[in-house]
T-cell receptor, first 115, second 114 residues
Framework: EAGVTQSPTHLIKTRGQQATLRCSPISGHTSVYWYQQALGLGLQFLLWYDEGEERNRGNFPPRFSGRQFPNYSSELNVNALELEDSALYLC??????????????FGPGTRLTVL | GDSVTQMEGPVTLSEEAFLTINCTYTATGYPSLFWYVQYPGEGLQLLLKATKADDKGSNKGFEATYRKETTSFHLEKGSVQVSDSAVYFCALSDPYQGAQKLVFGQGTRLTINP
């Protein structure tokens, strides 16, 4: 069974541009999560989508946005890129049940570099 | 809000040494607890988990016990190998907060020397 996939693997943009990152969850998973792993800042929760709806977002500005498609894949958009947006962006998926142990499975990540 | 505090790294050990990485948490509900591992250049992999007090998670020789009284979930391994070199993250999920997000500790970089 295929795991969580992310594309592209690497993305280089310049300040002020927009970046689009994509994620395909494990088959049967309805929840998708996005996390940012910036150097020295650990893993920070960005967004959670379930059944096509945004369910929760972390403490990030509105220029971080995304969506979930009917096939449960997801897109993360970062507008007006800033240098500090350079990070590894990790996508995870889960069965999306409320409660329970919420086991999340992670993709390999997209390395975004802003020049 | 919920938080996870992990032992500061980096940690360097010799092969076959005993490993402990401390992790404590604060949560308003009854969280599930996780240890994730990140090998160089890769994403996160779930190492083990525990969903209720006194549960012991184990995998690949690693163990951690959910201690509600001390709000801890320390990771242990009796004899580490060079291949265990990675960054280890303790995390919690508190569904009673109405959110499914994982809250991570800062990570502990482990290096095992032959």
């Amino acid at each position: 069974e295929a795991g969580v996939t992310q594309s592209p693997t690497h993305l280089i943009k310049t300040r002020g541009q927009q970046a689009t990152l994509r994620c395909s969850p494990i088959s049967g998973h309805t929840s998708v999560y996005w996390y940012q792993q910036a150097l020295g800042l650990g893993l920070q929760f960005l967004l959670w989508y379930d059944e096509g709806e945004e369910r929760n977002r972390g403490n990030f500005p509105p220029r971080f946005s995304g969506r979930q498609f009917p096939n449960y894949s997801s897109e993360l958009n970062v507008n007006a890129l800033e240098l500090e947006d350079s990070a590894l962006y990790l996508c995870a998926s889960s069965l999306g049940t409320s409660g329970g142990d919420n086991e999340q499975f992670f993709g390999p990540g997209t390395r975004l570099t802003v020049l | 809000g919920d938080s996870v505090t992990q032992m500061e790294g980096p940690v360097t050990l010799s092969e076959e040494a005993f490993l402990t990485i401390n992790c404590t948490y604060t949560a308003t509900g009854y969280p599930s607890l996780f240890w994730y591992v990140q090998y160089p250049g890769e994403g996160l992999q779930l190492l083990l988990k525990a969903t209720k007090a006194d549960d012991k998670g184990s995998n690949k020789g690693f163990e951690a016990t959910y201690r509600k009284e001390t709000t801890s979930f320390h990771l242990e391994k009796g004899s580490v190998q060079v291949s265990d070199s990675a960054v280890y993250f303790c995390a919690l999920s508190d569904p009673y907060q109405g959110a499914q997000k994982l809250v991570f500790g800062q990570g502990t970089r482990l290096t095992i020397n032959p």
